[in-house]
């Protein structure tokens, strides 16, 4: 009889769960533009990159006039197509010589690009996501060499092969520099680690160091790595590879990580001892919270369970295409298709064990309605030891919700003000 109960009780959760986003919306969030948090978050980031000249306000703004709400179809086509007219700009700029025009253009067209990868999906076509990566990777590529200094594209050895990884050239003459290693998120790009780190941190004279880490971009998309839940044995290799840069002072290396690399950076810098201060944007404790929040009683107890058939065969039945295609898009970089052996393995992604390890300086942002993990922020604080920092970030700053997509310049003011104090 329980276990007809449990049944039963998992068939109707699950058919109440159906309507579940890409991105969960907030519980305060303010919609500008769209009713479904999904569009309206991915467009948001879009506008907000137009403040390190990743899209021109205008162009953003119309293309969300163009836009269906909730049409997945609608706007991968219409992000395509500004992708392409982008690019096209941008080449005819770059054989013209108008180098600045073309790094530029090569922005925008990256920033449609990859907003693109997040309605792929969606529109039942999931082989659109790596046609839109690609467009965006090519795109990048022919950037870099654009940017005054270059952006130089580096290997980092790891456990056999190498790491694909890109070191931005601060604006400084110093002989030895600061550096600030820019651990990605869950689904974030290069270009994200330019919007939200090396712009703001190479114009204050800091040299970047990023990478594609397992289940992150090119090591997802090309060498097939997945997530990995213990990011020291990632950390390591990338800080032995920035000593051996030529400018790097070694006293003054920091990690930021954004996004999910808000669990991996303390996680790293809990072993890793040779760097000198961490950012975490936003906290995060527990990566599982963002996947089990949604999870009836009845799932967790199949979870809980080791009940993997089950598990999976009612999420199978139950949810709908909205649902499935959304939580495909989170589990790719995880190695799996098993809705069970997922949900199991995000539950290893919880640093509660290892947090009193931490000894360097941490700033931990705290945006007012955060979505995928909130009170995160609040909880690593709090149980932090290292001499801590926690940064608010409000509506009425205009720098809410996740990673701050609208408020770049605010973010690295307040990031970048920490970090000059704290390695100085």
Not at 175 to 197: Q, T
Request: proline letters at 6%.
């Amino acid at each position: 009889m329980s276990v007809r109960s449990t049944t039963a009780e998992a068939q109707g959760v699950a058919r109440q769960s159906a309507n579940l986003p890409t991105t969960p919306l907030a519980a305060h969030q303010t919609s500008y533009f769209f009713k479904n948090s999904a569009f309206e978050f991915v467009l948001l980031t879009s506008l907000g990159r137009a403040y390190h000249q990743g899209g021109n306000v205008g162009k953003v703004l119309y293309l969300i006039k163009q836009i269906e709400d909730g049409n997945f179809e609608s706007a991968y086509q219409a992000m395509i197509a500004a992708g392409d007219e982008a690019r096209a700009l941008a080449e005819k700029s770059e054989k013209a010589g108008h180098v600045e025009s073309a790094r530029q253009a090569y922005l925008w067209a990256q920033n449609y690009y990859d907003s693109a990868t997040y309605f792929a999906d969606g529109t039942g076509d999931p082989t659109r996501i790596t046609t839109a990566w690609q467009l965006m990777d090519d795109c990048w590529l022919t950037s870099i060499s654009l940017f005054d200094p270059p952006i130089e594209q580096v290997s980092i050895p790891y456990e056999g092969i190498a790491l694909r990884g890109f070191y931005f050239r601060g604006k400084s003459s110093r002989e030895k520099r600061p550096l600030l290693i820019l651990v990605n998120g869950s689904d974030g790009s290069a270009l994200d680690m330019w919007m939200l780190g090396a712009a703001g941190a190479t114009a204050r004279g800091y040299d970047c160091l990023t990478f594609d880490g397992p289940g992150q971009g090119y090591a997802l998309w090309k060498q097939g790595l997945s997530f990995r839940p213990d990011w020291e044995p990632v950390i390591t290799p990338v800080v032995d590879f920035a000593l051996s840069r030529e400018g790097v002072d070694p006293k003054r290396i920091a990690v930021q990580g954004i996004s999910q690399g808000g669990y991996w950076v303390p996680r790293a810098v809990a072993f890793e001892k040779r760097i000198a201060a961490a950012i975490a944007d936003p906290g995060v404790v527990d990566v599982s919270a963002s996947w089990t929040a949604t999870l009836p009683p009845p799932m967790m107890e199949l979870l809980e369970a080791g009940r993997k058939d089950e598990f999976d065969g009612y999420m199978n039945k139950m949810l709908g295409p909205a649902t499935k295609n959304s939580l495909a898009f989170r589990m790719r970089p995880y190695g799996s298709t098993s809705y069970f052996d997922v949900f199991k393995a995000t539950m290893d992604y919880d640093l509660t064990e290892v947090i009193g390890k931490i000894e360097c300086p941490m700033l931990i942002t705290e945006p007012a309605n955060e979505a995928f993990w909130p009170g995160q922020s609040g909880r690593l604080y709090d149980l932090l030891t290292c001499p801590k920092t926690l940064i608010p970030f409000s509506a009425s700053d205009g720098a809410d919700l996740h990673c701050e997509p609208a408020g770049y310049g605010l973010r690295d003011l307040r990031v970048f003000n920490w970090l000059d104090k704290t390695l100085a």
